[in-house]
């Protein structure tokens, strides 16, 4: 299955990619994260893109473009993939769809998460990451030398740089100027899935899934 998550930052994608990915058995592939990674063990990718993360902007589409090839021609992509934070603009789904020519275009899938833009800085300015596994929670759920109910880390949890209320706004402007377009774009060329993104996590995986079978039936 070769599966879009798209919507606005802090939606959910990440949060269903991880979940679908175990249940699907196919390889969950965010640009944020390989960013990130990158950043945080400085690598020459990692030194490029730190300032322009952390700014909320987005990293030049070539760098982000042969990133997302060298993934989905890499073995592990070979049965389907769920893509996360890209593609961003439109310019990025045009790659896309060259470099899935050379694989296969047939059967792509876009999952659009919706909500509102408040609901939305809400929640990414409550959100705190875990740094040993990405586990996401709210900064209400974690106590002093809280340990990670999935790693077991202590003490891992921590704001990123990019989830500040003025670069939330920025990088919620910047999706709706640049990465909606995205939508239209795939109107004719996906099948859509449209789930709302402000009900609990059971409920929006299980709206997913629900939806996901019925294509397939
Ligand atoms: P995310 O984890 O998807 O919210 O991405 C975090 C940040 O990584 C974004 O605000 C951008 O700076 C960068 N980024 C992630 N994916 C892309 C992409 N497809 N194109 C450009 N920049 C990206």
Known sequence: ?????????????????????????????STGDILREAIKSQTELGKKAKT????????????VGEI????????KCKNGFILDGFPRNVYQAELLESMLK???NFGLILIKLNADDEIIVKRL????????????????????????PVCHAKNSYY?????????IRKRL????????????FYKNKAAII???????????????????????S
């Open 1 to 29: 299955m070769k599966i879009i998550i798209f919507g606005a930052p802090g939606v959910g994608k990440g949060t269903q990619a991880k979940i679908l990915s175990a249940k699907l058995n196919i390889p969950h592939i």
């Open 52 to 63: 322009i993360v952390d700014s909320g902007e987005l990293v030049p589409d070539d760098i």
């Open 68 to 75: 997302v090839k060298e993934t989905l021609t890499s073995t």
């Open 102 to 104: 050379e694989i296969s």
């Open 125 to 148: 300015s409550s959100r705190r990451v875990c740094s040993n596994c990405g586990n996401i929670l709210n900064e209400a759920e974690i106590t002093n030398d809280f340990i990670c």
């Open 159 to 167: 704001k990123r740089s990019d989830d500040e209320e003025s670069v």
């Open 173 to 184: 402007m910047i999706y709706h100027e640049a990465t909606a377009p995205v939508f239209n």
């Open 194 to 216: 449209e789930v709302n993104g402000t009900h609990s996590i059971e409920e929006v995986t299980k709206e997913i899934l629900d939806k996901l079978s019925f294509r397939q």
